[in-house]
């Protein structure tokens, strides 16, 4: 395979034949984690963290350990994961066994939320295919939380899937308190490709410090919304084109999903997606979401609805997180509606204060960082709404999404 060849993660098919012909078979890899710290991958589940590191931290735990593919994806604007398992479960698989043979670990366990069928099912057929025994498939709740390790972890144990506090970290005490690895399956994928050809293969995508491609899920106003594979560090506007263009003057941009950040449209050519130019920018990368916002809908309608959402998705556990955010999307919803007084920005900008940083995960952290960069990004529009209320735009379509997942909590 080139260097430069794309795609490297969404090719080869479903089959065990069409994958060993793309990818050939799996190498035996003397020193998994000295490549993977060599190609210098970071998680693809939102945080970026080294890879290697975490594998590291398991290899070097006492005691049974596990592999969790953690295919959870709970966030409704992406769909990378899913749309990953359905073309190429067996290059997921590899990545997970790989990483099992590289800690230690005997049990592999994928996590699939009840709603991915098509994934859960290609998954099904590929561990059929392979008379695979080591891997268990497990069903997990439908929830925006449900994909955060300790969570997840907690489902797996037969518990309610709440977040716990850490540390101590799944790597050190994890599902029935072994030394336990969570990574999502974009991650798997990659680290299956570096045990394949390498690391300097795997860097020859990339940056310096965020090497590679990745999966994205670009939606809103675009001609051919989807998941896409891309070198890190391609532009926005790039992406923009590989998905057809806008289909109409866009008004603003997100990026991460709903802990993500809002960019005005007019940026859109000069941010550029890799680690360092992100956090340069004052955005993220997140689960690799990405959503054109047209000018046709209405900012504020859709941050209060998202948020007022965000509020529903609380574990049910923390104070901050269940009355913070909700407090924060109730007043929203007030300047939404033109009922919000003239202190009612300075409000909002003090009890994001006082739930960041607070709880056993960071769900109020996300949903406030949301917030603060849709206060800056749409700051006229949040004005006008708080002065005159609803304006034409309120009535149309809803451009993000609020799916019927369930709590947390329940």
């Not at 997100?254 to 920018?281: F, K, N």
Request: glycine content about 12%.
């Amino acid at each position: 395979m080139s260097a430069v060849e794309l795609p490297r993660l969404l090719r080869g098919g479903g089959t065990l034949e069409e994958h060993l012909e793309a990818h050939a078979p799996l190498p035996a890899e003397p020193d998994l984690i000295d490549a993977c710290a060599r190609a210098g991958l970071r998680g693809r589940g939102g945080a970026l963290f080294p890879a290697a590191v975490k594998l590291q931290a398991v290899a070097g735990g006492r005691g049974a350990r596990t592999v969790v593919v953690n295919a959870a994806e709970g966030e409704p604007m992406s769909a990378k994961d899913r749309v990953l398992l359905e073309r190429a479960p067996h290059l997921v698989l590899d990545g997970a066994l790989a990483a099992a043979a590289a800690v230690g670990a005997r049990d592999v366990i994928a996590a699939v939320p009840g709603s991915a069928g098509r994934a859960a099912a290609a998954l099904e057929r590929a561990l059929a295919q392979r008379a695979e025994r080591r891997v268990r498939l497990v069903s997990v709740p439908d929830a925006f939380l449900a994909g955060e390790e300790t969570a997840l972890l907690q489902a797996l144990a037969g518990r309610p899937p709440r977040p716990r506090l850490t540390p101590p970290w799944p790597a050190e005490r994890g599902l029935n308190r072994r030394p336990t690895l969570v990574q999502n399956p974009e991650t798997l994928a990659h680290l299956a490709l570096i045990a394949r050809h390498g690391p300097d293969w795997f860097r020859a995508l990339g940056t310096e410090t965020h090497p590679g491609s990745t999966l994205v899920t670009v939606g809103g106003c675009v001609h051919r919304p989807g998941v896409y594979e891309i070198e890190v560090g391609m532009d926005l506007a790039g992406v923009v084109r590989a998905a057809g263009g806008a289909t109409e003057r866009v008004r603003a941009v997100l990026t991460g999903g709903y802990h993500g950040t809002w960019v005005d449209g007019a940026r859109t050519p000069a941010v550029r997606l890799d680690a360092e130019s992100l956090e340069a920018a004052g955005l993220r990368m997140g689960a690799g979401a990405i959503v054109l916002l047209p000018s046709s809908a209405c900012p504020v309608a859709e941050v209060a609805r998202v948020v007022g959402w965000l509020a529903e998705q609380t574990a049910g556990q923390c104070g901050p997180c269940v009355h913070g955010v909700a407090a924060i999307a109730c007043q929203l919803d007030a300047i939404r509606a033109g009922r919000a007084d003239r202190l009612a920005i300075a409000r909002l900008d003090r009890w994001s204060a006082q739930v960041a940083g607070r709880g056993a995960c960071h769900h109020p952290d996300g949903t406030v960082d949301f917030v603060a960069s849709a206060l800056e990004v749409f700051e006229a529009e949040v004005e006008m709404h708080r002065r005159f209320g609803p304006c034409e735009q309120c009535g149309g379509r809803a451009v993000l999404a609020t799916p019927a997942h369930a709590r947390l909590a329940a």
